[in-house]
């Protein structure tokens, strides 16, 4: 994917975020690490390894 494309996703992404909050909307998390944000990526990994057992 070409840089401006996805610069352009990421904005477009962001601006409906944004659009929803003002609307009183819940937003989720798209990456599991901004939900658990005390944890680093590689416990995460971990975790997920652990429990897929």
Do not use: H
Not at 6 to 14: T, Y
Request: charged share 35%; net charge positive; no cysteine.
């Amino acid at each position: 994917m070409p840089a401006d494309q996805e610069l352009s996703s990421v904005l477009q992404r962001r601006q409906s975020i944004n659009d929803a909050l003002d609307e009183g909307k819940e937003i989720k998390p798209k990456l599991k690490v901004n939900v658990f944000a005390e944890f680093s990526r590689a416990e995460l990994r971990q975790f997920e390894q652990t429990f897929k057992k």
